[in-house]
């Protein structure tokens, strides 16, 4: 598997100077000093140890009635038949990193400062709260709230669940109005 990615990774120079290709619709919101659509953090080690960029060159889709505040940060995704997508009613908060290849569901909110790592998706009408770190590749289902400062690090996959904590762990189901 490692000498396929760093292979890859080798490869992907080609992409190096690539123009991302970013669509933001003509109804969202860009907060001051957002960046969207730089090569995101990407590496794989060499055989003597040394990291090798992985470049990317996918795009980035930001739906209709977007909310992105100020100094957030959306990496397009790696392959160029890919994207970061944020669909539509989504607000997230200043100071927010969603990293490459990520999808986050229509109507999810995320307060400040929330980092997404790489292939996260998550799904319509959760609550993201301030400070959450959510691993690589990690799944978030429908209608979740994760606490503040939360660390998620598996999938959520059951709908209408509170998690919180550090790692994150289930606490209960949603109250009415949550």
Not at 51 to 58: C, E, M, R
Not at 142 to 159: H, M
């Amino acid at each position: 598997m490692g000498s396929d990615r760093l292979e890859f990774a080798r490869r992907s120079i080609r992409w190096e100077h690539t123009v991302p290709n970013v669509y933001i619709h003509p109804t969202a919101h860009i907060g001051t000093g957002v960046v969207i659509g730089e090569s995101g953090f990407g590496y794989e080690r060499d055989e003597y140890g040394a990291p090798v960029k992985i470049y990317h060159a996918g795009g980035v889709i930001i739906g209709p009635n977007v909310w992105l505040g100020a100094n957030c940060i959306v990496s397009r995704a790696v392959l160029p038949e890919r994207n970061t997508i944020i669909k539509e009613h989504c607000k997230i908060d200043d100071l927010c990193h969603i990293a490459h290849n990520v999808v986050i569901g229509p109507r999810t909110m995320m307060a400040s400062g929330c980092i997404l790592g790489g292939s996260v998706q998550i799904g319509p009408d959760c609550w993201i709260g301030s400070g959450t770190t959510v691993r690589n590749k990690v799944r978030i289902i429908r209608n979740t709230l994760i606490g503040i400062g939360s660390v998620v690090l598996k999938d959520i996959l059951e709908p209408g669940q509170v998690w919180a904590g550090n790692p994150a762990r289930f606490l209960r189901m949603k109250r009415e109005g949550e």
